[in-house]
């Protein structure tokens, strides 16, 4: 289902430069000549040695809805240079207005494993419909993967227990909380508390109650009966509003009320203090009073090095309620993800490669129309090529070059399987894949992530997987930097 924005024409959903961009395009008659571009980032996020895409679904809309409104035009007509006369005029305007996307998008399926340089996604098409699409693009992709590569982070520290998605109060806006709430479901996290996101996209939602609810009440063990009354099969307690463990107590003497309705109290819900001790301590109480299929939940500012500490002492936590740290993306709050020109038509309509050069060798980008090889070896995948299709595919060298160290080389060498990773999504402006249900993303990264070794998906300090440049392509790229 669609996010509320997808309601709304999204081509204002941009820089203002590409527009202005289009529009000389535009003047220069050079608006349907045939260029390629790139989405890509290049560095893992949060240091991680893998990030899993994310965000290709709301694309499929955006795209597949994308025209300029009488609205939109009418806007841009009033926006004004520094000689106080509109920047665009109306014949360029009009053009906008009978506007019919008409490129190529390739991309990675949603929840593939990605890695560092390697295209997401791929635009080929008139300039001047590739440029202004950049933006949106960057927009969606780069938040969305950021966030599943933080969900799936955290729930490879929670080892399989289930985490839940707790961040809509602390989310940077109301789509950006369904953004965050989607993304993180395909990362792996079992629920959300968001239930507007769980309306729009499918996914489970939990949650009880708050500490204003003990409040209200003159004593917490009140609160509990009374919750267990309004609501006796959805009863997690939250027992820290108080002491701690006489909270776990209440819950437990509640509990037992509930089973002689013939229901049965879920479990408790710890969201403050030393949660390692407070949880095997609360083990114990609830194993004690027969309770021992209530499940301990835990909240408090969580994230994925936080729980694998708790891991590490020994914390009898079952459940992991995860908010701020996740969708906010907290310790580091943007992906980078960059799009860039790889090649565009001559006048006789033949490809160039376009390359752009800089100081800092990282920036440097990847000239052709690039295509990700993915090799793969007892189930197990082993390295990625990034290969220029005007080059004819993957050089029978099989070799692969580190496009920031020519001096890491290495041989795809032995019985190998490859797939390709970028797949048609629009042709010629029309979508051409079929529509995923979430599910289908979220199982598609944990199978992904199964067959990463389990040295690239440890937390700190991971094994850098082998990316690199098909040599073919390597060896272009060097001429074009020495020309």
């Given at each position: 289902m669609q996010s509320p924005l997808n309601e709304?024409?999204?081509?204002l959903l941009t820089d203002l430069y590409q527009l202005t961009m289009a529009f000389g395009y535009w003047r220069q008659g050079r608006a349907e000549r045939g260029a390629v571009f790139h989405l890509f980032f290049r560095?893992?996020?949060f240091k991680s040695g893998y990030a899993i895409a994310a965000g290709m679904g709301p694309l499929r809309q955006i795209l597949a809805g994308f025209r300029?409104?009488?609205s939109d035009l009418q806007y841009l007509a009033t926006i004004c240079g520094n000689d106080g006369?509109?920047?665009f005029n109306q014949e360029f305007l009009r053009y906008l207005e009978q506007l019919k996307l008409s490129c190529?998008?390739?991309?990675?399926?949603?929840?593939?494993?990605v890695f560092q340089n390697e295209p997401l996604l791929r635009v080929r098409g008139p300039i001047l419909q590739a440029q202004i699409l950049e933006t949106i693009l960057l927009n969606v992709v780069n938040f969305q993967t950021l966030i599943a590569t933080k969900a799936a982070r955290i729930c490879s520290a929670a080892q399989g227990e289930p985490v839940l998605e707790f961040g809509l109060r602390r989310a940077q806006g109301i789509d950006g909380?369904?953004?965050a709430s989607r993304a993180a479901y395909v990362g792996g996290c079992a629920a959300t508390s968001n239930v507007l996101a769980g309306k729009l996209y499918g996914i489970p939602v939990r949650g009880t109650h708050a500490h204003s609810w003990v409040m209200s009440f003159d004593d917490e063990a009140m609160a509990f009966s009374e919750y267990a009354t309004a609501m006796p099969n959805n009863c997690v307690f939250l027992v820290d509003t108080y002491d701690t463990l006489q909270g776990v107590r209440h819950a437990i003497e509640v509990g037992r009320q509930l089973a002689t309705t013939?229901?049965?109290m879920v479990g408790i819900r710890l969201d403050s203090g030393d949660l390692a001790y407070l949880s095997i301590e609360a083990r114990k109480l609830l194993d004690e009073a027969g309770f021992e299929d209530a499940s301990i939940v835990a909240s408090n500012d969580l994230d994925e090095h936080?729980?694998?500490?708790?891991?590490?002492?020994?914390?009898?936590i079952a459940v992991w309620g995860v908010g701020t740290k996740l969708v906010t993306g907290y310790d580091q709050p943007a992906l980078g993800g960059v799009y860039k020109l790889g090649a565009i038509q001559d006048e006789d309509g033949q490809w160039q490669p376009r390359m752009k050069f800089s100081e800092q060798p990282v920036k440097s980008s990847i000239p052709g129309i690039l295509q990700v090889r993915r090799f793969e070896s007892q189930e197990r995948f082993i390295a990625d090529a990034i290969y220029d299709e005007l080059l004819g595919g993957v050089d029978p060298r099989r070799t692969i070059v580190d496009p920031l160290d020519p001096l890491r080389k290495r041989l795809i060498e032995g019985d190998v399987v490859h797939n390709d990773l970028l797949k048609p999504l629009l042709r010629d402006g029309a979508l051409v894949s079929a529509d995923e249900c979430l599910e289908v993303a979220r199982e598609r990264a944990n199978g992904q992530l199964q067959r990463l070794h389990q040295t690239v998906r440890r937390l700190v300090n991971p094994h850098e997987y082998p990316v690199g440049l098909d040599i073919a392509l390597h060896e272009q790229r060097l001429k074009m930097m020495n020309r």
């Open positions: 709304f024409s999204l081509p560095q893992m996020p300029f409104l009488d006369k509109a920047i190529d998008v390739d991309a990675v399926p949603e929840g593939t494993v909380a369904l953004a013939g229901h049965r936080l729980i694998e500490t708790l891991k590490h002492q020994g914390a009898k």
